[in-house]
């Protein structure tokens, strides 16, 4: 008998919804994935049980000696996966990472610049109910309004004028490619100091289809759970000249013990990710990213910057007169779960917005591919052209849960490739 089924059913219960929800829709939330059964396993394991305040070697607690093995393969693995001077895998989230970075490189009231949340950018990039914004003085840039992409001619300037301490790149709604050596040169001509947050393209950087900003960046921060495929959790790349100050930033400055479960389950990703098989699966996501692009624009939707180089992209609905919240409502009734996103320019309210952000990381992870992208097209549009109607939006959820039943998350062959990976790679 189950455990937690025997004591707690009520929550056992709510665990098997959710594992229903997760295997029964389409999930296009680009910021999400379905990681492997060997990180859930090290994640789920008895290292929850452990205090390692400090770093391999130098712990404020006895009965270490395994965590410190943990985490010197996790360091070690982060470093060959990204070519990085230097890691730091102790931080929980992308927040933390990026207040790490901040509180390592600058003091209150320094002057940051980073993208615009509502052109794409992130909370911590600088906006003005975060921390980021509150405790140094942020400058945003935005993208074109023609190109809706990055005008680095026009980001220079700003620079020039507005002299910041600390130079942020990465997004979490932009579709194309990121110049990081372009932004790295402009943050040298100009004496600021460079971070490139790498949260949702880590896994298509990792695979070398995205530019690799360690070479440009003092700092890169991400997340290990998104394209990257790991565990819920953060990470710091740096040149060795920082290491001292990002570990100490981290420890003690803003993160008490480590999770050193979530560090192991960090280290399979990362020993994951250095397969072909992995650099396979980013490629997909990329070819059925624009695949749905295509379908979609064969049916009359506008994407913002015109397409994609990653993982994602932005609809702009505001001539579809459905706006993003109820377009993300509506899909949810379908069975397809999208989040509204702010298109450049928006002029409706964040909480509304005139968007939906589609991405393919987690349906590409069940194993769903280009042929199946003109399926899942064809839903969203009916969806968003039945808003209203609920019976429609019932019938397209059964035909959702009848597809996804044939793209099982948790049973399929390229699961089997990973525990192959695995024995070739980490068993000794
Ligand atoms: N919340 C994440 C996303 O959805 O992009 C960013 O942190």
Redesign the pocket.
Known sequence: MNSLKMHDPILFSLLEKEAARQEGELNL???ENYTWPEVLQANASLLTNKYAEGYPGKRYYGGCTFVDEVETIAIERAKELFAAEHANVQPHA?SQANMAVYFAALQPGDTIMGLSLSHGG?LTHGHSVNFSGTQYKSISYGVDKETECIDYDNLERMVEEHKPRLLVAGA?AYSRTLDFKRLGHIAKAHGTLFMADI??IAGLVAAKLHPNPTEYADFVTS?THKTLRGPRGGLILSKNEYAEKIDRAIMPGTQGGPFMHTIAAKAVAFAIALTPEFKAYQKRILENAQALVTELKNRHYRIVADGTDNHLFIVDLSSKGITGRAAEAALEKAGIAV?RSCIPHDTQKPWITSGIRIGTPAITARGMNVPEMATVAEWIDQALLNAEDDKKLRAIKQEVEHFCALFPIYTQPHHMSAQTVLDKQLVP
């Open positions: 939330i680009a910021s992308g992130h979490s949260a949702h997340t989040s």
